[in-house]
C-alpha cells in the first residue's frame, strides 16, 4: 500500500516511524516531511495546504491512503477536496471533513458543541472588538485568574491566563483591538478558570465507531516547573497516572460517548482522530478543547504504546470497521522530551548542526524541526527532537531519555529537565 503522510513535525515521524513496521505498506511518503522522516519513507517538497500540488504527487505516486498529522490542512478542508474531486474521492483521507474540523478552528463552535451535548466544560462567553465592554463586564463577574482564548488557530499558543483583572483587560482589548494573534483572535473566548490537573484522551472514530487509544499528558510551558511562555509542547508521558479505571470510566460516559453521539446527532461527518483536552477537578473530568487531530508531542508516546498495526487501524477506520479492531497497548510506560532552539517559543537561530544521534541507545529520536543538507541534520524549527523511551513507569522511561539526550549537541540547545514533576 502506498500511504501519504502531510506534515513536517515530530508527530508526521513518529506516524512514519510506526507504519514504516507495517508489512502491508509498499511506499510510504511524507509532504514535506523532515530529516528523519528522510531516513524512513521518501520526503515530497511541498506545503499540505498548497491542495494542487498535494492531488498532483498523489496522482503521481499511486497513493491509496492519506494521513493528514497537522491541523492547518483539515480546517481549510482538504478531506472535502478529496471528496469533491472524481480522481481523489476514492482515496480515504484520515480527518475529519472542514465542518468538523471547526471543532478546533473555532472555539466558540466547541463550546456550543458541548453545551448542546452536556459535555461537562467551563462556563465562558465570547466577543469581538464591537462587545469589547461586555468582556470587561463578563471579566470582572468571575474569579481570577482570568482565560482568554483566541477563537481561531493560533499554533497553540493563543491562550492566556492571566491572575490580574486590570492586566487580561488590557490584554483582551490587545487580541481583539491590535490582533496579538492575528485573525485568530477577531474573536475572543473568555472561560472561567478550572483549578485541576490536565491531560489529553485520544480517541480515533469512524464517524460510527471508535477506539480509546493510550493517554497522555503534555508539558507546555518552556520553563522547569511549569514557569514562562506557553510553547508546543516540551515533553509527554503516557500513561497519566493519576488516571484510574474509575476516573476513565468517566471519561468514555461523560465525555467520549457524548462527543461521537453529539456528531452523529449534529450530522458531523467525523473521520479521524480526536484530541480532547482534559481537567480533573475534585476527581471529576472537564473538556478544555477538542483539537482534530494528534497532539504533539504526546504522539511520540501514545503510538510507541500501540502494539497493533497502525496501517490495519487505518484502514478500519476508512472502513468504518473500528467495532472489528482489537485494539493491542504495550504495558510499558512511554516518555518523551523535546530538545529545543535556543531562544524559543520566541526568536531562535536555524540551520544549527547537531551531532551525537548515531550514539543513542534504547531510546527512539523523533525529530520535529530538522532538515538534512548533503550529510549534516541541521535545526529548522524551535522543536527540534523528541527523544522518547519506554521504562515499567514514566521514573525510568525518563531516565532513559535524559541518559540519551546528554549524547546529543547543537548550538543553544535547550530542554526541561523536570518533566512528569506534577506527578
Known sequence: MNILILGSGGRECTFAWKLAQSSKIKNLYIAPGNAGT????????????????????????????????????????????????????????????????????????AKEFMYRHNIPTAKYESFTQETLENG????????????????????????????????????????????????????????????????????????????????AKDYKRIGEGDKGLNTGGMGAISPVPFADNDFLTKVEERIIKPTI?????????????????LIKVNNEPLVIEYNVRMGDPETEVVIPRIKSDLVDL?????????????LEIDDRAATTVMLVSGGY???????????????????????????QNENKVLTSGGRVLAITSYGKDFREALKQSYANIEKIKFDKMSYRTDIGFDL
Open 38 to 109: 528522510a531516513k524512513i519513507g521518501h520526503n515530497i517538497a511541498i506545503d499540505p495546504n498548497d491542495f494542487k500540488a498535494v492531488k498532483k504527487e498523489v496522482l503521481n505516486n499511486n497513493i491509496q491512503m492519506v494521513i493528514v498529522g497537522p491541523e492547518d490542512p483539515l480546517v481549510n478542508g482538504i478531506h472535502d477536496y478529496f471528496l469533491e474531486d472524481n480522481e481523489l474521492k476514492n482515496i480515504p483521507v484520515i480527518g475529519p471533513q472542514k465542518h468538523a474540523a471547526l471543532l478546533e478552528g473555532s472555539k466558540e463552535f
Open 136 to 215: 470587561f463586564k463578563f471579566l470582572e463577574s468571575l474569579d481570577a485568574p482570568y482565560v482568554l482564548k483566541a477563537n481561531g488557530l493560533a499554533a497553540g499558543k493563543g491562550v492566556l491566563i492571566l491572575k490580574d483583572l486590570q492586566e487580561a483587560k488590557e490584554e483582551l482589548k490587545e487580541m481583539l483591538t491590535n490582533k496579538k494573534f492575528g485573525d485568530a483572535s477577531t474573536k475572543v473566548v473568555i472561560e472561567e478558570f478550572l483549578d485541576g490537573i490536565e491531560m489529553s484522551t485520544f480517541v480515533l472514530t469512524d464517524g460510527e465507531n471508535y477506539v480509546i487509544l493510550p493517554n
Open 261 to 277: 453521539d453529539g456528531f452523529k446527532k449534529d450530522n458531523i461527518s467525523y473521520v479521524g482522530f480526536v484530541f480532547i483536552g
Open 314 to 326: 487505518f484502514i478500519a477506520t476508512a472502513g468504518k470497521k473500528l467495532d472489528k479492531l482489537n
Open 345 to 371: 517559543p520566541e526568536s531562535y537561530e536555524k540551520e544549527k548542526q547537531i551531532t551525537g544521534l548515531e550514539n543513542i541507545e534504547n531510546s527512539i529520536v523523533f525529530h520535529a524541526g530538522t532538515t
